[in-house]
Nanobody
């Protein structure tokens, strides 16, 4: 069984920084894109950042120049460095990945369980 496990959330003051990590574990043949989504109370889940297997990154306009996504393909991990955090960044952050378990199987989309990020003074 393959799963994604996030870590690194917490409470931080406005202007502060946090680094989220997500580890993919289990039987994995290859991982395509990896990304981070977030969902604030009463709002829909939205894409924050996404990175291809080759390292090309996409960011939502709201986090450009503040957040940086990166990945370690050898460790099957993706990270989200969040700087200059604002109260509106408060949300549950979810890791997302497209994983192929075996060479003969199709890719499947997986989600982590989510990690809470709260930005407040």
């Amino acid at each position: 069984q393959v799963q994604l496990v996030e870590s690194g959330g917490g409470l931080v003051q406005p202007g502060g920084s946090l680094r989220l990590s997500c580890a993919a574990s289990g039987s994995i043949f290859s991982i395509n894109a990896m990304g981070w989504y977030r969902q604030a109370p009463g709002k829909e889940r939205e894409l924050v950042a996404r990175i291809s297997s080759g390292g090309s990154a996409y960011y939502a306009d709201s986090v450009k120049d503040r957040f940086t996504i990166s990945r370690d393909n050898a460790k099957n991990m993706v990270y989200l460095q969040m700087n200059s955090l604002k109260p509106e960044d408060t949300a549950v952050y979810y890791c997302n990945s497209e994983i192929q378990r075996y060479w003969y199987t199709r890719q499947q989309e997986l989600w982590g369980q989510g990690t809470q990020v709260t930005v407040s003074s």
